[in-house]
Structures are given as structure tokens and as C-alpha cells.
């Protein structure tokens, strides 16, 4: 298990607690804006909490007045080439959060914009403080959406308001956020941190290969047909009933007492 990184000087901190990690994005003169310094860091602590057998749930969270302001504008190269920086690292880092083998957790404590906002909501459950805002600040530098964002946007709020947010760039409260299910829920902010710390260490006493099958299966429900997913919750179903997590969810049901999971496939 790596050691606790809580140094005000990291860019990114890394808190190993028990059964989870929690991730704190740690330039706040920046508003948090990922650079590639901070975003390969981000990226490698991922991945190491992903090696981690004692580690069954993340929460990623900021410093200071916000979440992220999505890319560093500032540290990029005239003439750069936008795609090939992204695929290096804000698509590495998207697909780490979709497909990583425990459930995430997102505290948005400020302004979540531009890829920042999207890094947010490819979390699985998203919690945000009441004065937190959500920004998809593509359009005020001619670009758009990425980290996701345009597959993540519309299967969250539909394809009318993903438009209008993406193209002007308006920015949504906590409040109303939740309202239009973009996250879980808007909290007050001086329990933010509070709340997710709980949600995560639930999610990390709970079924951990259960419930990433069943994110899994809710990303590929509305790309399929009716027929073609109750295939896959057959098949998905099958592989879950195999493991000794469903064994013992059962026998603890039998025997009237808390089922003690171990998270494993």
C-alpha cells in the first residue's frame, strides 16, 4: 500500500483510508486546471489505488474554490496539437474513471468546468456543495466538449439540454443539477466532504465486482435493443451468481445478519 501523500506542495494529494482513497486535486491558485504534470499524476494515482486489493472505492474531490477548470490553458504550446494531447492524456484518463474496478466518487466542491466538469460527471456518483457550478466552457475558446463529455452529457440530462449547455456554455448550480439528474445530490457545503467520505466508505463494504458489472451494463443499455440487454443482464447475471460474494449475500440473507463481502470477481 502506498504511503499517504498530504504534502501542501503536491499537486495532487493522495489519502489512503480505509477500504478507499480519496484523491484531492491540490492547485488551487489555478482553480485546479490539469496540467500535464498534475494530470499525469492524477492518472498514475488512479492507477496505483486501482492495484490496490485493500482499496474498493475512490473519491476524487479539490482545494480551494474549486474542482478543476479542466485543462491548463496556460502550460499549453502554440500550435499544439489538441488531439494528440488529448490522447495522452485526457482520454487515458476518461477511460481509466469508466472502466477502473471499483466505484468512484466525486466531490465537486467549487466551479467544475470545461473537461474538469467532465472529469466530475464520468464519476459514478457525483455529490456537489451547494455552491459549487457546473460549466461546459468549451465554446467561450472554439472547442469542444471532451473527457467524455459529449457521451456523457446527453445520457445524463438528453440530448436538448446537452446541446444548449454545450453550446452556451452556461453555467448549471449544484441544485440544479440534481434536479436534471446530471449528479446524485447537492448537499450544503460545509457537509460536502463529510457526506462523500460516508458514501465512499459504504460503496467500500459493498459487492465491489457486483457494481461495476452493474455500471457496465447501465452504459451499454441505451445503445442496445430491449431483447439484446436482457441477454446481457442474463449473462452478466450469470457471472455475478458465480462469485462468493453472491454466495455469502445469500447465506447472510438466510441467516438474518449483515452480508461481509469481499469485493472480489
Known sequence: MAMNDM?????????????YRVLTLNRPERMNALDQKTLAALVAAIAEAEADTECRALLLTGTGRAFCAGADLGSLEPGADLGDAIDRGWNVLARKLHTMRVPTVCAVNGIAAGAGANLALGCDIVLAARSAKFVQAFSKIALVPDCGGSWLLPRLVGLGRARALAMLAEPVSAEQAASWGMIWRAVEDESLMSE????????ATQPTHALVLTRQLLAEGSANTFDAQLDRERDTQRAAGRTADFR????????????VFDGKP
Not at 455469502?248 to 452480508?259: L, S, W
Request: no cysteine; proline share 3%.
Open 248 to 259: 455469502e449475500g445469500v447465506m447472510a440473507f438466510r441467516e438474518k445478519r449483515p452480508a
Open 7 to 19: 504534502s501542501e506542495g503536491a499537486v495532487l494529494r493522495v489519502d489512503v483510508r480505509a477500504g
Open 196 to 203: 462523500a467520505e460516508a458514501v465512499a466508505a459504504a460503496l
